[in-house]
């Protein structure tokens, strides 16, 4: 099984830029999908966690000349930020596309690092775990990709008591190992708890004040233990979208945990059954529907929320331009009923198009204004359109 999204987005990508970037948490799937695109093509791959390779690219300029001709593709390259300015300097005596696929773990690094040495020469995608309408074709696949999360090992795992012990022996080899290796080098039980506030809090308004109080370490604190985990790539913060209509805005941005598996693993839920009856249940199936949206998002459009102090509040924007093309309201569950907040939200923002999506499998109008409810898998249809 494959990441059928991003497959052909990268095959183009490779068709049309001499460097391609993959980015994605650890273990989405990223090497695997770098060996199914290299098929029928000559490859020289190198992974600068193996040391024997870090030692073959010290020279990287001497390493990589003589594949000018081949595919090279380079495994967790944020980890060698001197390799960027060599490949800028290969690149430009040959810009053949397809010449270099560089995976990594760590976002914010290689990004940096591309834009630096790279700009104009490089592409940089980013890679999810699993995503609904790769999975899912049914109720039942659908509860099973929300309830143990889109990673390949937790997913295609039919037994749900192995499913779980993955995420959390997945989860400790972030906390001991994976922030280590970026850098940050933090006192381990405590990030694991920072991660279970987190958890806690999923959804809710970032408020770096409390959860350093119950962590017992300054607000500065707080606030570099969720740089550090943002590195990771597991964490969505969400902004709030600013206008000026004369209105008290919420100014703190909201915190998911990007994958409901992991986020109930930090909880301990382990069946459908303990995750219904968990006051989290609404707040992790608005986590799952904002990653899937995101995932299919046109170019250059970008997500964020709405909240004043006077009750007016919208799940989800979808922005274009500095506008806000599309008002999300998220809802777990059979029926789909926005509160009034929504509807003041719509009035605040006038959205070209209003959604409430749900779990049902109906396309239904509400009453009031243009709101429609819609399954998540319409939503993503309509977004694909655009």
Wanted: glycine content about 8%; aromatic content about 8%.
């Amino acid at each position: 099984m494959i990441h059928r999204v991003l497959f052909s987005k990268v095959e183009e990508s490779l068709k049309v830029s001499p460097a391609t970037a993959i980015t994605g948490p650890r273990q989405c799937g990223k090497t695997t999908l770098a060996q199914l695109l290299a098929r029928n093509k000559k490859v020289y791959f190198f992974d600068l966690e193996n040391p024997a390779d870090l030692f073959a690219l010290e020279d990287p300029i001497f390493a990589l000349q003589p594949y000018s001709e081949d595919m090279v593709i380079i495994d967790e390259a944020q980890r060698m930020p001197e390799i960027f300015p060599a490949l800028r300097v290969l690149i430009d005596q040959n810009r053949r596309p397809g010449r270099f696929l560089l995976l990594g773990s760590s976002s914010p690094d290689l990004r940096r690092q591309s834009a630096e040495s790279l700009a104009g020469r490089i592409i940089t995608l980013e890679l999810t775990p699993f995503l609904e309408p790769e999975v899912v074709n049914d109720t039942k696949s659908r509860d099973r990709l929300w309830l143990q999360g889109g990673f390949p090992p937790s997913f295609l795992t039919a037994d749900k008591k192995t499913s779980f012990q993955w995420r959390i022996q997945y989860l400790r080899d972030v906390v001991e190992r994976d922030l280590g290796l970026l850098g940050f080098r933090l006192p381990p039980e405590r990030m694991w708890r920072f991660l279970q506030m987190l958890a806690h809090n999923h959804g809710q308004l970032w408020n770096k004040t409390q959860l350093a109080r119950s962590l017992d370490v300054g607000a500065s604190t707080a606030g570099r233990y969720l740089d550090a985990i943002l590195q990771t790539l597991l964490v969505r913060r969400l902004q709030p979208f600013h206008v000026n209509l004369g209105k008290r805005l919420i100014k703190s941005p909201k915190i998911y945990i990007r994958d409901t598996g992991l986020l109930h693993a930090l909880l301990g839920l382990q069946t459908r059954e303990q995750l219904l009856g968990h006051p989290v249940v609404g707040n992790s199936w608005e986590g799952y529907v904002i990653e899937n949206i995101s995932a299919f998002l046109p170019l250059g459009w970008e997500t964020g929320f709405w909240r004043t102090s006077g009750g007016s509040e919208i799940d989800l924007l979808l922005i274009s331009g500095g506008n806000v093309e599309i008002a999300v309201e998220i809802k777990s569950g059979l029926t789909p009923r926005p509160g009034k907040g929504f509807y003041q939200g719509c009035h605040d923002l006038k959205p070209r198009e209003a959604w409430v999506v749900y779990m049902g499998n109906k396309i239904m109008p509400l009453n009031r204004g243009k709101a429609e409810a819609i399954p998540l898998a319409e939503a993503i249809r309509r977004l694909k359109s655009y």
